[in-house]
């Protein structure tokens, strides 16, 4: 069965700039989370869809926002883009919770200039 | 500090050696993820649990909810175990979020 997919897989944007991304969760998954990992700061929890709703948030500023489609597939995006957003931003899919395993898609690196 | 901490955050061994890697945690968890990242960046998660011990191979998980922490190991260590291995937990309170350690980066050498 397919896995987690992401795209684009890399990205540059320019300063102050937006982005979209998209992750197509595993067949029957209903819950999409999105990461973002540095080198600084390592791995961060930005949001949780489930069933087109969003379930949880990290600590992220407004500019970082997503949103689920009914076939659950996932989109963020990234408005007026920051040097500091340059990152590999991860989506994972999960049946409903995290007590169901995750599946983590390749990535996006984002290169923010 | 951080909720997540794992030690060591480097870990160089021969082939075939024993390797442990230990997470401690501060919080209430629903579950704890034991993740493998190659580089390149893809992630495979490798467990979840939430008591208890698991085996998957040569990789084992054990976890010790009252002192809030677990190890995993890997016996038999193989040049392509190289990776970095992340541990995550799963908060009893929006149990939904994932919040990481800072990764343990292990590198096996025939």
């Known amino acids: 069965k397919a896995g987690v997919t992401q795209t684009p897989r890399y990205l540059i944007k320019t300063r102050g700039q937006q982005v979209t991304l998209s992750c197509s969760p595993i067949s029957g998954h209903r819950s999409v989370s999105w990461y973002q990992q540095t080198p600084g700061q390592g791995l961060q929890f930005l949001f949780e869809?489930?069933?087109?709703?969003?379930?949880n948030k990290g600590n992220f500023p407004g500019r970082f926002s997503g949103r689920q489609f009914s076939n659950s597939r996932s989109e963020m995006n990234v408005s007026t883009l920051e040097l500091g957003d340059s990152a590999l931003y991860l989506c994972a899919s999960s049946l409903q919770t995290a007590n169901y395993g995750y599946t983590f898609g390749s990535g996006t690196r984002l290169t923010v200039v | 500090k951080n909720e997540v901490e794992q030690s060591p955050q480097n870990l160089t061994a021969q082939e075939g050696e024993f390797i442990t890697i230990n997470c401690s945690y501060s919080v209430g968890i629903s579950a704890l993820h034991w993740l493998q990242q190659h580089p390149g960046g893809g992630i495979v998660s490798l467990f979840m649990?939430?008591?208890g011990k698991k085996k998957h191979g040569r990789l084992i998980a054990t976890i010790n909810i009252q002192e809030k922490h677990s190890s995993l190991h890997i016996t038999a260590s193989h040049p392509r175990d190289s990776a970095v291995y992340i541990c995550?937990?799963?908060?009893?309170?929006?149990?939904?979020?994932?919040?990481f350690g800072q990764g343990t980066r292990l590198t096996i050498n025939p």
């Open positions: 649990l939430s008591s």
């Open positions: 869809y489930f069933s087109e709703t969003q379930r």
């Open positions: 995550a937990v799963s908060l009893i309170q929006g149990a939904q979020k994932l919040v």
